[in-house]
């Protein structure tokens, strides 16, 4: 079939190679100069199955509420009058049960899981290269309420048969050194040993690249304006260039896609979620981090790239706001600063920002819609890094009418 994906972010990409290799002709049309320009840039580069799982948890509104005055806190509201805003937040407290956590928890777990085995799979298959590191992840506590946390965490983990160990602070120190410099105490650490970490952006140029010489194409500097319907059924999109006929279309928009597919009365329960992140050149190796660092105090990630050093964190509620304030900013640097002193040369790290497309509930949606030719693969919130392969390929399978390889 002739098929075009909307967006060229790691969802996009990951669909249009999968899609390619299952022999039809893709055409991937991004509104950006390349690919992975927008969430996929600059995120923390953790290929983490082990953490995957719902923002909207028991507790979460509360502790929402006590990070309002804060303005550097983990989780930042910013009251709009954006009715989209207020919606999105009913359904995520709705979503903030025991039950509803636990299962959400586990379809995010399966697919985060197949996916990085389809990432693996993939790695094996072409050989991409993308800064990877399959050092693993480490997740440490500052507190004892956080060490308690972890404990708690970790009784999941083996409920659901995934490798993970629970540390001292002195075994957390063996598995990443730099942190014997630290200027923080640690409670102790939770290691999950089989996740990985990647350039996301990176990742997305290589296997653009491999799709490409598959004979996919990418049309960059194509704004969609629309999708075309007719008689029930999808015919393609309309750009400033022109029509693109399509047999097939796949919407890959991450936070865009709503505006997207209101006008065919597809609703998508996504909104906004801004993150940010710092880049640094990494002047000390040996006080930098192995691999990858979770601070479950800050909820910042903290990762290395081949000789750069990445940091990311926040969550910020407050639409598609450009702005970077600047609390936001020094609290990210100063607790990566805290935490890896030596790591690199701070002053002259490059900051990002970007918008996670969260559903309230935590899953990604891929699924067709009432169009039987009409398909997405949105909604996949801080975990498109670690998720983009295996939903590539679930859509893959939707669109030739298989079975759900994760079922």
């Known amino acids: 079939m002739r098929i075009v994906v909307i967006g060229a972010g790691v969802v996009g990409v990951t669909s249009a190679w999968y899609l390619t290799r ?27 199955p082990g953490f995957a799982g719902p923002w909207a948890a028991p507790g979460m509104p509360l502790k929402a509420l006590k990070w309002m005055a804060k303005e550097s806190a983990p989780l930042k509201l910013r009251p709009r009058l954006d009715p989209a805003q207020w919606r999105w937040l009913a359904h995520f407290v709705a979503n903030c049960t025991s039950d509803r956590f636990a299962r959400n928890k586990a379809r995010m777990q399966a697919v985060a899981h197949f996916s990085k085995a389809c990432l693996v799979e993939l790695r094996e298959e072409t050989g991409i290269a993308y800064d990877h590191g ?31 160990r629970l540390l001292s602070p002195d075994e957390a ?28 952006h990176l990742f997305c140029r290589e296997l653009a690249r491999l799709a490409e010489a598959r004979g996919c194409r990418f049309r ?10 007719d008689a029930g059924r999808v015919t393609g999109v309309e750009t400033p260039l022109g029509p693109v006929d399509a047999d097939a279309v796949v919407v890959a928009t991450g936070p865009w896609a ?12 996504i909104y906004p979620v801004k993150g940010y992140s710092l880049t640094a050149a990494i002047t000390d190796p040996d006080g930098a981090p192995r691999s990858s660092v979770m601070d479950e105090h800050s909820k910042v ?12 964190g926040v969550a910020e509620l ?14 990210l640097r100063d607790r990566v600063a805290a935490l890896f002193p030596d790591a ?3 002053g002259t790290a490059e900051y990002w920002h970007g918008f996670r497309p969260m559903t309230p509930d935590g899953p990604s949606r891929v699924e067709v819609t009432r169009y039987p030719n009409l398909f997405l693969n949105v909604g996949h919130g801080s975990n498109g890094w670690t998720q983009a392969c295996g939903t590539g390929r679930i859509l893959t399978e939707l669109v030739a009418e298989r079975p759900n390889p994760v079922l």
């Open 301 to 312: 990630m903290i990762t290395r790239l081949g000789n750069r050093l990445r940091a990311a």
């Open 344 to 346: 690199a040369d701070f």
């Open 22 to 48: 299952d022999g039809h002709e893709v055409t991937v049309l991004e509104a950006r100069d390349g690919v992975a320009r927008e969430t996929s840039f600059g995120n923390a580069g953790g290929v983490c």
């Open 134 to 164: 399959t050092g693993g992840v480490l997740q440490i506590f500052a507190t004892q309420e956080e060490a308690e946390g972890g404990a708690r965490s970790a009784k999941v983990l083996a409920d659901l048969g995934i490798e993970h």
């Open 318 to 331: 407050a639409g598609f706001d450009p702005a970077m304030p600047k609390p936001a900013l020094d609290g």
């Open 220 to 229: 960059f500097g194509t704004k969609v304006r629309r999708i075309r319907a």
């Open 173 to 200: 120190i063996a598995v990443e050194p730099a942190l014997a410099r630290s200027r923080e105490t640690l409670t102790g650490a939770l290691q999950l040993p089989t996740d990985e970490v990647g350039d996301c």
């Open 258 to 269: 709503p505006k997207l597919l209101d006008p065919l009365g597809i609703r998508v329960p």
